[in-house]
């Protein structure tokens, strides 16, 4: 998921417990794009929402 969400210029990191996002976190006008990313991802990839 990090690298999806650098593709849109939004610094994340993948980690052991999900994703870490840098200094500026998700600003705003980025959370519905986040949003979209993780059920995309989860419907695709079977995870659970409560994983993501």
Do not use: H, N
């Not at 650098?6 to 006008?29: C, P």
């Amino acid at each position: 998921m990090s690298e999806i969400l650098r593709l849109f210029d939004i610094d994340a990191v993948g980690s052991e417990t999900g994703v870490v996002y840098g200094d500026k976190g998700v600003e705003l006008e980025d959370q519905p794009l986040v949003w979209a990313i993780r059920i995309l991802i989860g419907r695709r990839f079977d995870i659970p929402e409560a994983i993501m």
